[in-house]
């Protein structure tokens, strides 16, 4: 995971790796940890009563990802997934919660299970990088 550094407009600049290349300097890595639960968030809610990404604002120029540890229990877990609703599982200490601009998730396997907006993942390497100003919202009255 890479937190970047600023530009002289104040846009961060991150170098991505080409896949299967060594992570560039900057980079964080979790080299061999097993998850339960990898999710990124860039906006508060991924349904409408589930408050998963309580701090995410749309314009903080943030990934904050979610990590559950392959230690943490059954029934941890699910006390921890009761509490979507109110975004209360952020407060749960097996749940933890990194903010950076840019991810590489490399799985151990070929078994891993990866969906993307609820969508299936061909296995393999999933990077991504925040585009600052990269969407526009327009709102106005009905």
Same mark, same amino acid.
Do not use: H, K
């Given at each position: 995971m890479m937190m970047g550094?600023?530009?002289?407009? !104040?846009?961060?600049?991150v170098e991505m790796p080409q896949v299967g290349k060594p992570l560039p300097n900057g980079w964080v *890595?979790?080299?061999?940890?097993?998850f339960l639960v990898f999710?990124?968030?860039n906006t508060s809610h991924a349904?409408?009563?589930?408050?998963?990404?309580?701090?995410?604002?749309m314009n903080d120029g943030l990934f904050h990802v979610l990590i559950v540890r392959s230690s943490c229990s059954r029934l941890r877990l699910l006390q921890m997934l009761l509490k979507l609703d109110s975004g209360g599982h952020i407060?749960?200490?097996?749940?933890?919660?990194?903010?950076?601009v840019a991810y590489q998730l490399e799985p151990l *396997?070929?078994?891993?299970?990866?969906?993307?907006? !609820?969508?299936?993942?061909?296995?393999?390497?999933?990077?991504?990088r925040f585009i600052l100003g990269g969407a526009q919202l327009f709102c106005g009255e009905k």
């Open positions: 550094d600023n530009d002289d407009d !104040g846009n961060v600049v *890595s979790f080299d061999e940890e097993e999710w990124v968030c349904a409408y009563n589930m408050y998963t990404c309580p701090m995410a604002r407060d749960c200490d097996l749940c933890e919660v990194i903010d950076c *396997s070929n078994v891993s299970y990866n969906v993307l907006d !609820g969508e299936l993942l061909e296995d393999g390497i999933v990077q991504a």
